[in-house]
T-cell receptor
Framework: AQKITQTQPGMFVQEKEAVTLDCTYDTSDPSYGLFWYKQPSSGEMIFLIYQGSYDQQNATEGRYSLNFQKARKSANLVISASQLGDSAMYFCAMREALNGGATNKLIFGTGTLLAVQP | DTGVSQDPRHKITKRGQNVTFRCDPISEHNRLYWYRQTLGQGPEFLTYFQNEAQLEKSRLLSDRFSAERPKGSFSTLEIQRTEQGDSAMYLC?????????????FGPGTRLTVL
């Protein structure tokens, strides 16, 4: 069964430091996509970064990078130079290709609450 | 472009009542999704529309739940005979076929409390 696991319920990081949020996934499909979303206290889910299973390079978007280790089935999010505004819940998600086509269903993990300290 | 909007933002109802939520996607987005998020969990997929066609439904979408997107623009999610277990945040998202393919834009959600 498809599954996303985030083992860190909460994390602290000092402002301006880098932080890594862990995500492992389980799928038997060779074609899939991995996402990270940020959810501040307001509740809105904000897309951060995407990694395709066939992408040769790790995805980067500004201060966000995805450490994709396919053999280990991990897709950790690295936030560099943390800012106070980065304090939020962070969700890892996966989208699979079913029967040769892409489904649009995202499967989310339980999230990691990040607190950035001044 | 004002993003995905949802109405109402909060709804409190008594068990057994029917409720309806509305989602207005980003204009020109032809794909629309509904998710449900309970406390301490990530969002769970409920259903997906491409234009007015409902193409995927989760088994979480019991017969008390119905979603429509009659003209391929806004969508409604109705819950009949609400139960306390229906209390959750209901999130709507949209995306554009042919646009950035991997990004679903989420709305602020409707928080439902069933007493």
């Amino acid at each position: 069964a498809q599954k996303i696991t985030q083992t860190q319920p909460g994390m602290f990081v000092q402002e301006k430091e880098a932080v890594t949020l862990d995500c492992t996934y389980d799928t038997s499909d060779p074609s899939y996509g991995l996402f990270w979303y940020k959810q501040p206290s307001s509740g809105e889910m904000i897309f951060l970064i995407y990694q395709g299973s066939y992408d040769q390079q790790n995805a980067t978007e500004g201060r966000y990078s995805l450490n994709f280790q396919k053999a280990r089935k991990s897709a950790n999010l690295v936030i560099s130079a943390s800012q106070l505004g980065d304090s939020a819940m962070y969700f890892c998600a996966m989208r699979e290709a079913l029967n040769g086509g892409a489904t649009n269903k995202l499967i989310f993990g339980t999230g990691t609450l990040l607190a950035v300290q001044p | 472009d004002t993003g995905v909007s949802q109405d109402p933002r909060h709804k409190i109802t008594k068990r057994g009542q029917n409720v309806t939520f509305r989602c207005d996607p980003i204009s020109e987005h032809n794909r629309l999704y509904w998710y449900r998020q309970t406390l301490g969990q990530g969002p769970e997929f409920l259903t997906y529309f491409q234009n007015e066609a409902q193409l995927e439904k989760s088994r979480l979408l019991s017969d008390r739940f119905s979603a429509e997107r009659p003209k391929g623009s806004f969508s409604t999610l109705e819950i009949q005979r609400t139960e306390q277990g229906d209390s959750a945040m209901y999130l709507c998202a949209s995306s554009h076929l042919g646009g950035r393919p991997n990004e679903q834009f989420f709305g602020p959600g409707t928080r439902l409390t069933v007493l």
